[in-house]
T-cell receptor, first 112, second 114 residues
């Protein structure tokens, strides 16, 4: 399984932008970059995903490096409800490679 | 609510007992996944189905674990002769086929084995 590397923890001030980095130097050409987050006592929640181009949705933006070996999840204006563990995951598109392989993620703390 | 549901939400059992959990996925999703999460760790993949066919099982899934999806709709995960090490959150997720589709997770079933 392709692996990702994330910082264990990050802090950000409320209402400030947050940039969560992820390295995935062994990514294959067919791997999608997925981000999920998990709030305390809840199941993981999908945030965003992309393949090659930068992506935006109502929750966040995903910036993908040109060589696809790294990506950054951008929360444009952090709120207290964004405090969670954020997981960067590579998800294959081949039969049998669609499961999610979670690492330990980045624990994001929002400072009021 | 058309999300993924799991039942029960909490289960406390004594070592050696059998337990069964149920997952109801989003109706149009043909993929269904089971994960297990212990405290401080990310979820770990256990097994997944496409419709009623079980396509992959993790090495974490010992002989005491069995999962079914009999009609390609809901799924059950059974643990026989539970051990204290089975204590964890068991998560179910569903999705459409393909790596470009997101997985939708249920709230999980928290198992405590005494």
């Amino acid at each position: 399984d392709a692996k990702t590397t994330q910082p264990n923890s990050m802090e950000s001030n409320e209402e400030e932008p947050v940039h969560l980095p992820c390295n995935h130097s062994t990514i294959s050409g067919t791997d999608y970059i997925h981000w999920y987050r998990q709030l305390p006592s809840q199941g993981p929640e999908y945030v965003i995903h992309g393949l090659t181009s930068n992506v935006n949705n109502r929750m966040a933006s995903l910036a993908i490096a040109e060589d696809r070996k790294s990506s950054t999840l951008i929360l444009h204006r952090a709120t207290l409800r964004d405090a969670a563990v954020y997981y960067c995951i590579l998800r294959g598109n081949d039969f049998g490679n669609e499961k999610l392989t979670f690492g330990t993620g980045t624990r994001l703390t929002i400072i009021p | 609510d058309t999300g993924v549901s799991q039942d029960p939400r909490h289960k406390i059992t004594k070592r050696g007992q059998n337990v069964t959990f149920r997952c109801d996925p989003i109706s149009e999703h043909n993929r269904l996944y089971w994960y297990r999460q212990t405290l401080g760790q990310g979820p770990e993949f256990l097994t997944y189905f496409q419709n009623e066919a079980q396509l992959e099982k993790s090495r974490l899934l010992s002989d005491r674990f069995s999962a079914e999806r009999p009609k390609g709709s809901f799924s059950t995960l059974e643990i026989q002769r539970t051990e204290q090490g089975d204590s964890a959150m068991y998560l179910c997720a569903s999705s459409r086929r393909g790596g470009g589709n997101e997985q939708f997770f249920g709230p999980g079933t928290r198992l405590t084995v005494l």
